[in-house]
């Protein structure tokens, strides 16, 4: 027997964790008209535009803001703080996106970088898990430490120095894919010589 494609939205409820969005009913081939009709049913609240959830469900920032501007990847110390290389909550989002890309004007909440080479920009992409369990597109550990000694000059010196040292100590550490990066973003003397003394120390 076929499932039903309300039955198909309820098992896409479930698995999110109690949201859904217009993109997956899309990419399932439902047409627009059973999520209208669903959302009704359900008594689901829209979060955003194409986002809908159930009233208790507990709103992940991380997550809408990714769906709404699925381009930019959470970078710098929003990377940190998905990697748990920083337990200081960033007060507003830093994030990466290709060129050209700016989906809104200037937000005091939102950080912009720019990345103008398609080699560099998606550079060590990885999905992770947000406080609240969901995923979300960040880059890596190797990726993020490399943007923060770039720019290590505007970020905050305690934050700066910590991040070294918890990823120095990380069981997930990859050296190698840290100076590839490096490289790629042609800042590996700069990441090698800090790197030599962050590792040596006691």
């Known amino acids: 027997m076929q499932e039903t494609n309300e039955k198909k939205l309820e098992k896409l409820l479930s698995a999110n964790g109690g949201y859904i ?11 627009s008209w059973f999520l209208t009709d669903f959302v009704r049913k359900q008594r689901l609240v829209k979060i955003d535009k194409g986002f809908y959830a159930q009233e208790q469900w507990i709103r992940d920032d991380y997550l809408v803001f990714q769906y709404k501007y699925p381009k930019f990847i959470f ?3 929003s990377a940190l703080f998905l990697h748990g290389l920083t337990n200081q909550l960033p007060a507003y989002f830093e994030v990466t996106g290709p060129k050209n890309y700016r989906p809104f ?3 005091p909440s939102v ?9 560099s920009y998606r550079l060590g992409v990885c999905k ?3 406080s609240l369990g969901h995923l979300v597109e960040c880059y890596n550990m190797e990726r993020t430490l490399c943007d923060i ?4 000059r505007k970020i905050d ?6 991040a070294l040292r918890l990823y120095a100590k990380s069981k997930g550490k990859s050296i190698r894919n840290l100076l ?6 042609k800042i590996e003397n700069k990441v090698a010589e800090l790197m030599t003394v962050v590792m040596n120390e006691d």
Not at 21 to 31: F, L, N
Not at 111 to 119: A, F, L, N, V
């Open 21 to 31: 969005t217009r993109k997956q009913v899309d990419s399932h081939g439902i047409p």
């Open 128 to 130: 992770i898990k947000t």
């Open 149 to 152: 000694i770039k720019n290590s």
């Open 105 to 107: 004007s200037p937000k």
């Open 111 to 119: 950080t912009i970088h720019t990345d103008s080479h398609d080699e």
């Open 157 to 162: 010196a305690e934050i700066f120095g910590k």
């Open 75 to 77: 970078s710098h110390v």
């Open 180 to 185: 590839h990066y490096a490289q790629v973003l």
